[in-house]
């Protein structure tokens, strides 16, 4: 475990937990903004998809490219280049005169938000140990859903007194703001652990994992339940502002209260713990992603409130399970951490952008679409679950 020289406990957490929030933040919050933007580029609307699913496969690129590379050249100087590289994309996007150079921009940006993100969870890993880590993993989750929860709101906000603009400028600060926190950053892995063969073959350390069975089967198992997440988050306003018939700002209320919500899965866990087996963590989990399906099958077409209602528990859920996932790989990993948190964070985004294209399928119906991607993803995670030894979690 390294010592910080100008970061302390307190102050890691937080710096930990401000990069996690560059990726919801990249996406939450310029949604309000999308019509506006369509209409002054004169796109369609799947040309301003681009710009979020251009996103999503771009940041799951650098996730795999950047593990093995800060596994090479260390956290530090991949996280001020990464940092660097989203200023300058975020400046792009927000200075963007077409929807080809914002697009262009929101690919640069991604690439940057991975790397970011891949070094945030190998700096857990080395910076903290044992119970302290578990604590941390459980914390930063927790105050991640800030980003979610907030989004939204302050891009609603933006868009009463500035233009889709805002939004970018904004990301732009933020990305100046970690860019100054990586120069405070003692460097995390001593040279003497770096993997010291050639770059292109730093990759192969990638095929190590996927050899890996029992860790790829809890981080799949485990990783799942990104995708009906993602796809709500892809649905929700076709189903909140269309069927529903909500305002832009009331939707944004109920985005932001089921990302709270979010907030109460990592200290669940916390309390879980030490009271209950992983393997009855896992049955509490997987029973209360049943119950929450059944209710968006069933409730969720009625009335924008059971429709929130319904989701909530699995968002609860869904919550717990990354930091208790989490904690579980870390626990699997002895070297190339990098490469493992690029392998877990790929995964993750991997199955998260497949449920967001199911979420956005023609559906007849979105509420009872997303039901039935519950259904699914709990079966096959059930059944990966079932795969493993008994004694595997």
Same mark, same amino acid.
């Given at each position: ?73 260390? +956290? #530090?100087?991949?996280? *001020? ?6 200023? %300058? !994309? ?5 200075? @963007?005169? =077409? ?113 890996? +069975? #029992?860790?790829?089967? *809890? ?6 339940? %990104? !995708? ?5 988050? @892809?649905? =929700? ?157």
């Amino acid at each position: 475990m390294v010592q910080q020289k100008h970061l302390g406990t307190n102050a890691m957490v937080a710096f930990i937990t401000f990069m996690n929030m560059f990726i919801p933040l990249s996406i939450d919050l310029y949604l309000p903004a999308m019509p506006q933007m369509g209409a002054q580029f004169g796109a369609g609307s799947a040309l301003v998809g681009m710009t979020l699913t251009a996103f999503f496969f771009f940041f799951a690129v650098s996730i795999v490219l950047f593990g093995p590379v800060s596994d090479k050249y260390g +956290r #530090r100087p991949v996280l *001020i280049a990464s940092a660097a590289l989203y200023v %300058a !994309a975020s400046l792009i996007c927000a200075t @963007a005169d =077409s929807i080809y150079v914002l697009i262009a921009g929101r690919i640069l940006q991604a690439v940057g938000a991975g790397a970011i993100i891949t070094v945030a969870t190998a700096l857990i890993k080395e910076c903290f140990e044992g119970a302290l880590m578990t604590k941390i993993l459980a914390v930063t989750q927790a105050l991640g859903v800030i980003a979610p929860m907030a989004a939204p709101i302050i891009g609603g906000v933006l868009l009463t007194f500035t233009s889709w603009h805002g939004a970018f400028y904004l990301l732009t600060v933020l990305g100046l703001l970690n860019l100054a926190l990586a120069f405070l950053l003692t460097e995390t892995l001593p040279r003497g652990e770096r993997y010291t063969g050639g770059l292109l073959r730093s990759m192969t350390l990638l095929a190590g994992f996927l050899k890996y +069975r #029992r860790f790829m089967c *809890i981080l799949v198992m485990l990783s799942l339940l %990104a !995708a009906p997440y993602m796809a709500y988050l @892809a649905v =929700s306003s076709f189903v909140y502002v269309d069927e529903f018939q909500l305002t832009p700002q009331a939707y944004s209320y109920y985005f932001a209260v089921n990302s709270a919500a979010a907030v109460l899965g990592p200290g669940l866990y916390l309390r879980l713990k030490p009271r209950m087996t992983n393997n009855a963590i896992l049955r509490f989990s997987f029973t209360g992603v049943f119950v929450s399906a059944l209710s968006v099958f069933f409730l969720g077409h009625i009335a924008a409130i059971f429709m929130l209602l319904s989701f909530l528990p699995f968002t609860i859920i869904e919550s717990m399970i990354r930091p208790f996932g989490m904690d579980l790989l870390l626990r699997e990993v002895k070297e190339n951490v990098g490469t493992a948190s690029s392998v877990i964070n790929f995964v993750q985004t991997l199955l998260g952008s497949i449920g967001m294209m199911l979420g956005t399928l023609p559906w007849g119906d979105f509420v009872q679409g997303l039901a039935i991607i519950m259904f699914v993803v709990l079966g096959l995670a059930v059944a990966f679950w079932r795969i493993l030894p008994p004694k595997a979690i």
